[in-house]
């Protein structure tokens, strides 16, 4: 009565070689197939001749081996095609009565059903970690592709940039410029600037997100920061479209100076080119942290956006990519701080926080990962 529901159950799983593999791949498959079909069915021949010296529980585990060993090296259908036919064999040669696919007993039943229950819980675990070998596999590879992305960035780009740059600044300090070709100079030069920023953000976030990036902390005082950030925007600063505030009792903080006028550095470009005139930067003690925050008169990020603001290549105009908030964002967290962006009619404030320690003369500089316990 079951010999029909068996042959139906084999031929089906016979029939389930995979037809979307080509060329050699396809003759793989069918090898698998019919190795197992072959080792099986030696096996079960073996046991059969054995059989009298053999426990039951001895022959399960010889079948389990094999489907184990099934799913590890082949295709999660030829481990179920496994799991069936060592049912098969195991039902027609070695339980009782022999050369018949009817049991004595629904109970000698158990065994060879535990090989489809494991052939088919092996199965999917094998597919399961071949994927997670391959996903692995196409993330090292777009590690790979990141590395080279970089130094072509950090060396194919930046050269001739400085060259340009250079070629500006020397232009500029010609005094036979007109007003017209001076002015064009300029905006060459400012843009310039901001490309150089933009390649130097990419480094960072790409430094960022491998937990390459190094701190190089030190006592610092923050309105030489914001003097130098200023100092990018000499027209906007002399025309009082930007300008700064500065506590005189701010204490020494200590922070990567380099890092932290990058942050600003993004805050202060964001501004001015996304905002409203003036822009303000103001730097102050609150409690145990020293705020450092840029404020303009624009009416700020609309309030469907304001949940990616940090998030890398979120950007809410055609003018950016997205990268400068979530440079600022990673720089900041690097140092224990936080950043946050507050919104009201006619305002628009971006805050950086930096945790702040009573100063003490060691006299060294420290160098630190940036996610070493931060």
């Given at each position: ?189 400012q843009e310039a600037d901001h490309l150089n920023r933009l390649i130097n ?148 404030r971006f805050t950086l926080a930096l945790p702040f320690k009573p100063y ?15």
């Amino acid at each position: 009565m079951l010999c029909p529901v068996y042959c139906a159950m084999l031929v089906s799983l016979l029939m389930r070689v995979p037809t979307n593999f080509s060329g050699r791949w396809r003759v793989r498959v069918v090898w698998q197939y019919a190795t197992i079909f072959v080792v099986v069915l030696g096996l079960t021949l073996a046991l059969y001749a054995i059989r009298p010296y053999l426990a039951d529980a001895n022959v399960s585990l010889l079948y389990l081996l094999v489907v184990l060993f099934c799913a590890a090296v082949t295709q999660p259908g030829v481990t179920l095609f496994c799991g069936v036919w060592s049912f098969l064999c195991y039902d027609f040669l070695l339980i009782p009565p022999a050369f018949a696919l009817q049991p004595e007993s629904p109970l000698q039943l158990l065994d060879p059903l535990t090989f489809l229950v494991v052939a088919l819980v092996a199965g999917a675990l094998a597919e399961r970690s071949r994927q997670h070998a391959s996903l692995i596999a196409v993330y090292r590879e777009a590690e790979q592709f990141r590395a080279t992305l970089l130094h072509l960035v950090s060396h194919n780009l930046r050269t001739p940039l400085a060259v340009i740059k250079t070629a500006l600044t020397s232009l500029l300090d010609m005094p036979t410029l007109s007003g017209e070709s001076r002015q064009l100079l300029l905006d060459a030069n400012q843009e310039a600037d901001h490309l150089n920023r933009l390649i130097n953000n990419v480094l960072r976030l790409s430094r960022l997100e491998a937990h390459a990036l190094q701190l190089h902390e030190d006592w610092n005082a923050l309105d030489e920061v914001i003097s130098v950030v200023l100092a990018r925007w000499p027209r906007a600063t002399s025309d009082g479209v930007l300008s700064a505030r500065v506590s005189p009792t701010l204490p020494l903080v200590r922070f990567d100076f380099d890092l932290i006028e990058a942050a600003l550095t993004n805050l202060v470009d964001n501004a001015l080119r996304h905002g409203h005139p003036p822009v303000q930067v103001t730097a102050q003690k609150c409690a145990d942290e020293i705020w450092i925050s840029v404020q303009d008169a624009g009416p700020g990020v609309p309030e469907p956006d304001r949940a990616r603001l940090f998030t890398r290549f979120s950007s809410t105009t055609s003018k950016g990519i997205g990268l400068g908030l979530a440079v600022c964002k990673g720089l900041i967290e690097a140092h224990g701080g936080r950043v946050w962006a507050e919104f009201s009619p006619g305002q628009t404030r971006f805050t950086l926080a930096l945790p702040f320690k009573p100063y003490s003369d060691d006299g060294a500089t420290h160098d630190s990962p940036a996610d070493s316990g931060r």
